[in-house]
């Protein structure tokens, strides 16, 4: 590799573009994505080769390039670690770049089809890979704004509550790192953060009229339930909340009376349920904690610490909404980060002894069942087919529903 790096790269490419055995080309992805990071780190040393290091990384980014648009999902993470290795993509310049690359296999730039399923878990991959270089200074407003024109019109239609629910957090991550344009470029409009309120609007019932309620409530035959899907709404009150604050008078404009005064009717019913949905995991965590013998009572209280994080989030945004005007100050951690990143600590320190509290707070997590338990799977299930998502619409997805009468905690 060292007596000519270009030949040895262009050639090692062109035997995985030609290989006609998937075996074949999947080791020699495999070997060169393995050895690849070694070889710049130990040529960086050498003074002789640094003035060729760009020139090679170019090489590789364009090569990778056009192999990107003909792989499978295991292939695709491969190629953009090996390029997230790379020197010219740890600068500002490099990670907009490899956000780029990313992206273009998402194709976020044209419409989606609800029947297309397999292309809707292939941009879910896309945005979960580019997600970690995001940041103040790459911001997301591009693809957000091509999410909601593209994707979120197609939502409804989607039966499989799975999927739907990887759209909202992948939609949600997305959001996470949308920034105010002083420019005017990659800004919302009106109509766009009116999609994302009209959506969310559909799972935040109206409080129900008191005759209605009395009339529903004497008629025996009437199995109608008001149910909360709280995991829904974390998602699409998160990203309502982080574009409305770059667009403050979508609420706060007195032409927009009417909509302020119905959205806090339906702010007020929903927040009521949700205070009473976290009263009673609380009392429910502190019991199961004391009472907690097996693993099944450790994986229950675990999904009970999730959906308490879940409303307590839920809790601190519609505080923030119910302001006059609404104020955009709070700042959460989403539910399945907060998840995630205990389950790395757990695993990370799997001897660690903690004291067991009695009380439940927010953060709260048991690292002796987090040390037991596996890391959570991915969307997809690679490696057959390109961005393969065979049985990953069968995955379980854990979302959490309320009705008045008990609690729920339902798996999808």
């Not at 993470?77 to 273009?104: C, D, K, P, Y």
């Not at 923030?320 to 005007?325: A, G, K, Q, T, V």
């Not at 790395?344 to 927010?362: C, E, F, Y």
Request: net charge positive; hydrophobic share 35%.
């Amino acid at each position: 590799m060292k007596i000519n790096p270009k030949a040895t790269l262009n050639e090692m490419f062109n035997q995985i573009n030609t290989a006609e055995l998937d075996q074949v080309r999947k080791r020699g992805i495999k070997f060169l994505c393995g050895k690849l990071p070694n070889f710049f780190s130990s040529a960086s040393s050498d003074a002789s080769f640094s003035m060729f290091n760009r020139e090679i990384e170019d090489l590789l980014i364009k090569n990778v390039k056009r192999t990107l648009s003909d792989c499978d999902a295991e292939e695709f993470i491969m190629f953009v670690r090996l390029l997230a290795s790379l020197s010219s993509m740890n600068t500002l310049q490099g990670r907009q770049e490899l956000v780029a690359i990313i992206m273009e296999q998402s194709e976020l730039d044209k419409k989606f089809n609800s029947d297309d399923l397999e292309r809707i878990m292939i941009l879910v991959s896309c945005i979960q890979q580019a997600i970690a270089l995001f940041s103040k200074n790459v911001n997301s407003n591009k693809y957000v704004l091509m999410f909601i024109d593209n994707v979120l019109g197609i939502f409804d239609q989607i039966a499989d509550e799975g999927i739907r629910f990887e759209i909202l957090k992948s939609f949600a991550d997305l959001c996470s790192f949308f920034t105010w344009s002083s420019t005017g470029t990659d800004t919302v409009s009106d109509k766009q953060i009116d999609a994302v309120y009209n959506l969310l609007l559909n799972y935040l019932p109206k409080p129900p009229v008191e005759a209605q309620l009395s009339q529903e409530t004497e008629d025996k035959n009437d199995d109608t339930e008001v149910r909360f899907n709280f995991s829904y709404v974390e998602c699409l009150m998160y990203t309502f909340h982080a574009l409305a604050k770059c667009k403050q008078n979508f609420l706060g404009s007195p032409d927009n009376k009417d909509k302020l005064k119905d959205f806090r009717l339906r702010l007020q019913y929903f927040a009521k349920g949700t205070k009473n949905y976290i009263k009673e995991l609380r009392n429910t965590l502190i019991n199961s904690s004391l009472n907690a013998k097996t693993d099944a009572d450790n994986e229950q209280n675990k999904i009970r610490r999730v959906a308490l994080k879940v409303t307590t989030n839920i809790d601190a945004l519609i505080k923030d909404l119910f302001h006059n005007p609404p104020a955009y100050k709070t700042s959460i951690t989403l539910s399945w980060k907060s998840s995630q990143s205990l389950e790395a600590q757990g695993v990370q320190q799997p001897n660690k002894q903690n004291k067991r509290s009695l009380s439940v707070s927010n953060d709260s997590a048991d690292s002796d069942c987090s040390a037991r338990k596996k890391p959570e799977r991915g969307i997809y299930q690679p490696p057959t087919g390109k961005y393969s998502t065979q049985n990953s619409s069968n995955d379980k997805r854990r979302t959490f529903s309320y009705d008045n009468q008990k609690t729920r905690s339902r798996l999808m």
